[in-house]
């Protein structure tokens, strides 16, 4: 959300309307005054150059002139060339002098017969150009030069001048000295006004090009940039409904229409997390949300319910164990999300005022988009009611069992047992009749020895009817516990098993006790169930039974040889399995079935001492 401040600081801000234009303005007219310092020392550069360049032209003509003059003693010619220089107005001084550096002419006539020195403008004073040494070095080496002095105020050119010759000789009797100083500054001024007036018609260009494109930027990149500022400012404050309305080409359409797409996945998310929101709120199961460490962060009022904890006030930052939960079964539960990112199973927990509960959990480590953990959410089920009926069922079942037992004990096994006496006695008779040699009906004692042939078979199936019955009615009638009880069990189921022509063992090298007739009793149901599956599915000719303890912990554990449960049955399907897993829930044992290390198949219930 926005912050007010920040929002008021940013309307503070330069709009970027007027920033790119008057940046460029500014950088206009920074390169603007660069230009114009060069044209400066360009326009410097040329007209010292020019200057030079045209004293030097000047001084050799006039060399070639007034020698001539010099020649025909034309003083007035020579006086009438050096005053001609008088015609360029940045000429501020033009003498001819003498050997004596006597000033001979002049355009000014004042100056003529004056000293070199007193004549000269005051910006040539004291130059080294001018110097007696500078001058007489020129005449000797007869050679003018021009030179630019004060900074490129005035150029100076010095030629020597030859005023007179010996009557056939070739060398000169007088040599003079022609001196011309000019001002350099209205030149320079002129030139750079022309160009200072090129760099300003530049710069006006580039101005009204810098206005044009803030006009542009206006009406193009600006306005559309502070639509989107507004759009992106409402969506942060929660309106969903507001749209950019910007279309066309360019990268701020683009930009709209992302920002519009992104409006509309983020409305759809929002809608999607609502109904996500109510259907955790109005779930009747408890779901809860929690950090890595547990805290919880989040959950839903079925929660709060289960737990008994609706007038405790806000859960967050509690853990499941300060609601009742085993602390040590939370960080067996922990330990597997860490590992494998899930856990599901029943636990026996306590609600906040006590009472004890089933609860069955399921927990889903949550992965951040970038891969790593950033929580937890558990689902929990109250199934504390359910477990009720279901003891209640086995219960009922168990009783059942017990009484069709007692009945087959004392009602069918009783009268298959008096049947077997009656059978047993017609035996003895027959067999009296067959041994007594004066029966004088020889044409019977064929007859006879079909009837006791049929009273044989006929005892001696009573006899296995009445042996079955009494192996069914004892498997029916629950375990009877002492001290000693499941492992008696145990052991009758053994000797049962053995009758069916299979090697059935049972082995328990110390003496386990289980107190608990319900726990008792299942486990008898789990070996049971497993023969039974053993016999039915895997054909094995030795079955061992084991009973034993280790770190306060009940080891049930069935071994066949037969053909494995894993070549004919489904782990995880089958009537018999799940029941044999269903009790071992019921007494919150672990259950494992596997093949075993020779074949055939191995079935370990551990019942844990919590």
């Known amino acids: 959300m926005v912050n007010e401040r920040d929002s008021g600081h940013r309307k503070n801000w330069f709009p970027l309307r007027m920033t790119v234009p008057l940046s460029l303005l500014l950088f206009i007219a920074g390169t603007t005054w660069w230009s114009l310092q060069a044209a400066r020392s360009q326009a410097s550069r040329v007209v010292e150059s020019e200057a030079v360049r045209e004293l030097n032209r000047t001084l050799t003509r006039l060399d070639s002139t007034i020698e001539r003059a010099a020649r025909n003693s034309d003083a007035e010619a020579i006086q009438a060339e050096v005053v001609a220089l008088a015609v360029d107005p940045h000429v501020i001084c033009a003498a001819l002098c003498n050997e004596h550096y006597q000033v001979i002419s002049s355009i000014h006539l004042a100056d003529i017969d004056q000293p070199l020195e007193s004549i000269v403008p005051p910006v040539c004073k004291g130059l080294a150009i001018l110097s007696h040494e500078r001058l007489e070095q020129l005449k000797s080496s007869w050679a003018g030069t021009a030179e630019v002095v004060h900074g490129g105020d005035s150029a100076v050119g010095v030629q020597p001048v030859m005023l007179g010759r010996e009557e056939g000789g070739l060398r000169p009797t007088r040599m003079g000295t022609l001196v011309i100083a000019r001002n350099l500054l209205p030149q ?22 810098a206005v044009g494109l803030g006009v542009f930027f206006h009406f193009r990149v600006t306005s559309r940039i502070g639509t989107l500022t507004q759009l ?22 683009e930009l709209a229409a992302a920002l519009d797409g992104m409006i509309a996945d983020r409305k759809q998310s929002e809608q999607e997390l609502r109904i996500k929101d109510l259907a955790i709120e109005s779930a009747v199961t408890g779901i809860c949300f929690t950090d890595l460490r547990g805290r919880i962060t989040e959950y839903n009022p079925a929660f709060q319910r289960m737990w008994g904890a609706e ?17 040590v079964v939370v960080e067996q539960i922990l330990e597997a999300i860490r590992s494998v990112g899930s856990w599901q199973g029943e636990d026996l927990a306590r609600r906040l005022d006590g009472t ?58 009783q009268e298959l047992t008096g049947l077997s006496l009656m059978a047993q006695n017609i035996v003895d008779t027959l067999d009296r009749i067959a041994q007594d040699e004066q029966t004088p009906e020889a044409s019977t004692s064929g007859d006879v020895g079909h009837l006791r042939t049929v009273a044989h078979r006929l005892s001696d199936g009573l006899q296995r009817a ?30 049962r098993t053995s009758i069916r022509a299979v090697d059935c063992t049972f082995v328990c090298e110390e003496p386990v006790e289980v107190a608990d007739n319900f726990t008792a009793t299942h486990l008898y149901r789990i070996a049971q169930e497993s023969i039974t599956n053993a016999l039915k599915h895997g054909a094995p000719d030795r ?14 554990h069935v071994l066949d040889n037969g053909t494995g ?11 018999g399995l799940g029941i044999m897993r269903y009790r071992a829930g019921m007494i919150g044992a672990s259950l494992s079935i596997d093949t075993g290390p020779k074949g055939g198949t191995s079935v370990t219930c551990t019942v844990s001492p919590n």
Do not use: W
């Open 188 to 209: 320079k001024r002129r030139e750079y006004r022309a160009m200072r007036s090129q760099v300003v018609g530049f710069a006006t260009v580039l101005s009204l090009f």
């Open 232 to 253: 992106t400012r409402d969506v942060a404050t929660g309106d969903l409904t507001v749209r950019s309305g910007i279309h066309g080409r360019g990268e701020v359409a």
């Open 311 to 327: 007038n405790t006030g806000d859960l967050r930052g509690k853990t499941v164990t300060d609601l009742g939960t085993d602390p």
């Open 356 to 413: 004890p509960m089933h609860i069955q959990m399921a927990t889903t480590l949550i992965v951040g988009t970038d891969g790593e953990p950033v929580g937890m959410m558990g689902t929990f089920g109250d199934i504390t009611e359910r477990k009720r009926l279901e003891k209640e069922i086995l219960e009922i079942a168990a009783e059942e069992d017990r009484r069709i037992g007692q009945e087959l004990h004392d009602g069918t096994q």
């Open 466 to 495: 009445n042996k079955n019955v009494q192996m069914l009615s004892r498997g029916l009638i629950p375990v009877e516990v002492d001290s000693r009880g499941l492992m008696s069990a145990l052991t009758e189921l053994a000797s």
């Open 543 to 556: 079955i061992e039974i084991s009973l034993s303890e280790r770190d306060a912990c009940v080891i049930l």
């Open 565 to 575: 449960i894993a070549n004919n049955h489904s782990r995880n399907g089958g009537m």
